[in-house]
């Protein structure tokens, strides 16, 4: 089995910070992409950021600037910070990983559970 665990959401105020954290476990072979996605009430997930096992980075035209991805391979994790938060950030936010599960297996994604963002005075 695979695991992605989120954390780091919460309530900020506009202009504030947070940082979430996505961790895979389990049976894993090698990860390539990871990234991080959102869901507002009402609306599709969008894409936020991603970022490739070469290094290739992709940012949504609408968090270019605030939001930084990084991810750290020794410990199968992704981040996001977040930073200059506004009221419309606020959404469900949910990391993804392709994975693959052992030596010649395909490619599978995976998601979180989701983590919670609301940005409000």
């Known amino acids: 089995q695979v695991q992605l665990v989120e954390s780091g959401g919460g309530l900020v105020q506009p202009g504030g910070s947070l940082r979430l954290s996505c961790a895979a476990s389990?049976?894993?072979?090698?990860?390539?992409?990871m990234g991080w996605y959102r869901q507002a009430p009402g609306m599709e997930r969008e894409l936020v950021a991603t970022?490739?096992?070469?290094?290739?980075?992709n940012y949504a035209d609408s968090v270019k600037g605030r939001f930084t991805i990084s991810r750290d391979n020794a410990k199968s994790t992704v981040y996001l910070q977040m930073d200059s938060l506004k009221p419309e950030d606020t959404a469900v936010y949910y990391c993804?990983?392709?994975?693959?599960?052992?030596?010649?297996?395909?490619?599978?994604?995976?998601w979180g559970q989701g983590t919670q963002v609301t940005v409000s005075s």
């Open positions: 993804s990983a392709g994975i693959r599960r052992w030596r010649g297996g395909g490619v599978i994604n995976y």
């Open positions: 389990g049976s894993i072979f090698s990860i390539y992409d």
């Open positions: 970022t490739s096992s070469g290094g290739s980075i």
